[in-house]
């Protein structure tokens, strides 16, 4: 085997994507606008934070399998996997998709496959025919496919192998054609489908867990007015055999299910219900728990006389984690500190971090009056607390 695969876009997909298939024996010619990722990656070295992310890189590049460039050139395959963010008021935004197209345009041969791995709005693997052909591609001589990313941050190398994927062609044989190569390197099954179910069935699992987790969300706030401990509650409701209900949190973070919902609801209008309403609990949730943190705080002030001492515990958008993406627990802190509370900013996957100090959690444990855990780390396990500390959990890990 001694295909050339074009994968644009070296990012949180495409260079786990790239380095793992160098090492399966392809030969890789990554391509990302930034010159200093691509002058990284060439060094052997990573841009990013993912387990086991620079063994691969380093091996990919030691073996000269993979080479980074600001340009594309001739391939076999090409992947795009660039950002699909949203504009204001969440419009999708495949201007980055839309730019890669354009930019692989004048490398395209007969025969080749270009794959669009971005989560993206439905239509868009349509638009990438559209833009090839506007661009001089003689779009029925190649197969074009949409293949959604389905890792989980974390254990991004693990999944790309382990997970069943989805993959849709714009035509059956750009379908089967696109079957055979994720089958290369996928232990997971890989299933065939049409690009806009491809498009749809990603994003349905995105939102899938956003309507999930806004259930557990909309429950803690029920709870919290009830007197109830909400994780008892949720660890007795769970007992049932058909019911499986999610963590609440302090909101939901990251660059994907805080993201992706959008791209149903803008298509959708109306008829997108609860996948819309999902978004708001969610985000509200977020709101909810920094006027908790503030009433907590006022009523300390009242009490004692002073300016309340809050340990923020966390600011990553999910445990374990170094990810800042989109994170509720650093916007709370945020509006804390803007808020002129006294914050201790805890998060011990962080060393440093240039808006304020990060504070080590037992140093922070030992100066706060008000102790609020945001993410549930696993350093926060087990961690011991004076009584006379007032405690606020929005990630069930003190309980
Ligand atoms: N969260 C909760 N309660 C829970 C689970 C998660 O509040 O019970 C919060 C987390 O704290 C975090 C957010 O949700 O803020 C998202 O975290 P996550 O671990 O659920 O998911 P992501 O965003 O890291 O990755 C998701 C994954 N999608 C699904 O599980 C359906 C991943 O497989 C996708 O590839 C990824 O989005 C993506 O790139 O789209």
Request: charged residues 25%; hydrophobic residues 40%; proline residues 5%.
């Amino acid at each position: 085997m001694n295909k050339k695969i074009c994968v644009i876009g070296l990012g949180y997909i495409g260079l786990p994507t790239a380095s793992l298939l160098a090492n399966r024996g392809y030969q890789i010619h990554g391509v990302d606008v930034v010159q200093s990722t691509v002058d990284i990656i060439n060094r052997g070295e990573i841009h990013i934070v993912e387990p086991d992310l620079d063994t691969f890189v380093r091996s990919a590049i030691n073996s000269g399998h993979m080479v980074a460039h600001t340009q594309p050139s001739q391939s076999d395959i090409f992947i795009i996997a660039v950002p699909t963010p949203f504009h204001d008021g969440y419009v999708p935004n495949i201007d980055f998709v839309v730019e890669a197209t354009k930019s692989i345009a004048p490398y395209i041969q007969e025969g080749n496959i270009v794959i669009l791995e971005s989560t993206s709005p439905v239509g868009t693997t349509d638009k990438i025919e559209e833009v090839l052909r506007d661009n001089g591609v003689d779009t029925s001589k190649i197969y074009i496919s949409h293949c959604p990313e389905r890792v989980l941050p974390g254990k991004i190398m693990r999944e790309l192998v382990e997970n069943d994927r989805i993959v849709g062609g714009l035509t059956p044989q750009a379908t089967a054609k696109t079957v055979e190569f994720y089958k290369t390197f996928v232990k997971g099954e890989v299933l065939p489908t049409d690009a806009k179910t491809a498009e749809m069935a990603k994003l349905t699992e995105n939102s899938f867990r956003d309507v999930n987790i806004a259930f557990a969300n909309e429950l803690s706030i029920l709870c919290d007015k009830f007197g109830i401990d909400v994780w008892e509650l949720i660890s007795l409701t769970n007992r049932h055999p058909r019911v499986n209900v999610l963590q609440p949190s302090a909101g939901v973070g990251g660059h994907c299910i805080a993201v992706d919902p959008w791209f149903i609801v803008h298509a959708g209008g109306d008829d997108a219900k609860i996948i819309r309403i999902a978004r708001e609990v969610n985000t509200y949730k977020t709101q909810w728990a920094i006027e908790k943190i503030k009433n907590r705080a006022l009523n300390f002030e009242k009490e004692v006389g002073r300016v309340a001492k809050v340990a923020c515990m966390g600011l990553a958008f999910k445990p374990n984690i170094d990810d800042l993406r989109e994170s509720p627990a650093l916007y709370i802190t945020r509006e804390l500190i803007k808020d002129d509370l006294e914050i201790l900013a805890v998060e011990p996957n962080i060393k440093s971090f240039d808006e304020f100090n990060i504070v080590e959690y037992h140093e922070a444990i030992k100066e706060a009056d008000i102790i609020v855990f945001l993410v549930a780390h696993k350093e926060f396990k087990d961690i011991q607390i004076d009584d006379n500390k007032k405690i606020i959990d929005f990630c069930g890990v003190y309980k």
